[in-house]
């Protein structure tokens, strides 16, 4: 397994729901907490990795990794916050993004239990990032024009510079 970057198409597709819970399934999860920990990241989504199944992962500070799978947002916050945000798929460039501050969603875990829970904060805004990622959606896509071109010009002088 490992992260696509910008301009991979598979990013902009949208993921298929988990049809059944496997060993596989659990294993899938497994490796994507590991390739995100290794990325010093906070989440990770299946089309990030190829696999394009409405899958992520995430692990903010001072709580455990989760495993999302099929998940649904059920509510969101009308108040927003803007933060930085960055991608491993467009890694060492960042952007503020405005996201709900506080958000409610369902989802199963890698071994088929259902769960609901509330995040707001750091969490909240990693579940939806992550969960555009299912959608074919990039953070940059949530951005103006002009600073979606800055984004992704930065980035690729990072590249050539790589």
């Known amino acids: 397994m490992e992260i696509l ?3 991979n198409e598979t990013l902009k597709e949208k993921a298929r729901p988990v049809k059944q819970f496997t060993a596989e399934t659990v294993k899938n999860a497994e490796e994507m907490i590991a390739l995100m920990h290794a990325g010093k990241g906070v ?3 299946g089309p990030q990795v190829g696999l394009m199944e409405r ?3 995430t692990h903010v500070d001072g709580d455990v990794p989760r495993v999302f ?3 649904s947002i059920l509510e969101t916050s009308e108040k927003t916050v803007r933060y930085e ?3 491993l798929s467009i890694p060492g460039v960042y ?3 405005t996201r709900p501050e506080k958000i409610k969603v369902q989802a199963w875990s890698e071994k088929g239990k259902a ?3 509330q995040a707001e904060g750091i969490l909240a805004r990693v579940i939806l990032h992550e969960y555009d990622h299912l959608e074919g959606t990039l953070f940059i896509d949530r951005l103006s024009k002009l600073a979606r071109s800055r984004v992704i010009a930065k980035y690729e002088k990072r590249k050539r510079v790589s």
Do not use: H, K, W
Request: a negative charge; glycine letters at 14%.
């Open 69 to 71: 799978i099929n998940p």
């Open 95 to 97: 952007a503020e993004v």
């Open 55 to 57: 899958i992520f992962v």
């Open 85 to 87: 945000e960055g991608c």
């Open 115 to 117: 769960f609901t829970i």
């Open 43 to 45: 989440g990770l989504a």
């Open 5 to 7: 970057l910008l301009g």
